[in-house]
């Protein structure tokens, strides 16, 4: 049976975020997710996870000055101390908080950036947090992400449909990086992407799978798309 995590910047935000833990954990999930927890101490929200008895899924490396119109540094030429910055930084978080996994979010690329550079920023740095995040015994994650929508109106910070501009946007792309990089990294495919036609996805995602037949080199992810849509089964792959 597939466990489901509530990503909790999306939703019960009702209530403020510190008390969406109890809200998520009354509504049945096991699991939560939520990209940018820094504003608060790690042993604060570790905290509540254990009061809460959550398992935390995923959280995301810092993504730079938001309001600038950044979504993440590591495919930014000239900023990659302070990419390695930010993921010694999550790594810690991770560890205090036990989530399983770690985005290496990517990025918007500014128009007069150069692509290759871009490109071997990316890569370079897309490594040394894998390798980082693999002493510290955390799962690196990378995701291609809509490119061709933004904020959602109205909602709250780090809410989006998709990042406009964004460097990761296809499985294939994500897959070549990996195999450049050469390190076991796996692929978060959302149906933000797939389904940005159908008004975005459900902000919940897989906590973890019960199935046998999965290896380290593949697991089957189910995630729930928006409710007039079809339920989509993933296969996400490490190489």
Not at 46 to 71: F, K
Not at 180 to 203: E, L, N, Q, Y
Request: one cysteine or more.
């Amino acid at each position: 049976m597939p466990r489901f995590a509530a990503n909790l910047h999306y939703l019960f935000n009702e209530v403020p975020f510190l008390e969406r833990f109890s809200a998520a954990a009354q509504a049945g999930f096991q699991g939560v997710e939520f990209q940018v927890p820094y504003q608060w101490p790690a042993a604060k929200l570790s905290s509540l996870l254990l009061e809460h008895r959550l398992e935390l899924a995923l959280i995301d490396t810092p993504q730079g000055d938001w309001d600038a119109g950044e979504r993440g540094l590591a495919v930014l030429p000239g900023r990659e101390a302070e990419f390695r910055a930010g993921v010694q930084r999550a790594a810690e978080y991770a560890q205090v908080m036990r989530a399983g996994a770690v985005h290496l979010i990517a990025g918007v690329v500014p128009p007069e950036t150069d692509l290759e550079a871009a490109k071997a920023t990316y890569l370079e740095n897309l490594k040394y947090g894998a390798e980082i995040l693999s002493q510290r015994g955390v799962t690196a994650v990378i995701e291609p992400i809509n490119p061709l929508q933004g904020d959602i109106d109205g909602g709250e910070t780090y809410t989006t449909y998709g990042m406009r501009g964004f460097y990761l946007t296809r499985t294939e792309q994500a897959l070549r990086a990996i195999e450049a990089v050469g390190i076991p990294i796996f692929i978060f495919i959302s149906t933000s992407t797939i389904c940005s036609s159908r008004k975005g996805a459900w902000p919940i995602r897989l906590l973890g799978t019960s199935d046998a037949s999965s290896t380290s080199k593949s697991q089957e992810y189910r995630v729930a798309t928006n409710p007039a849509a079809v339920k989509l089964t993933i296969r996400i792959c490490s190489i």
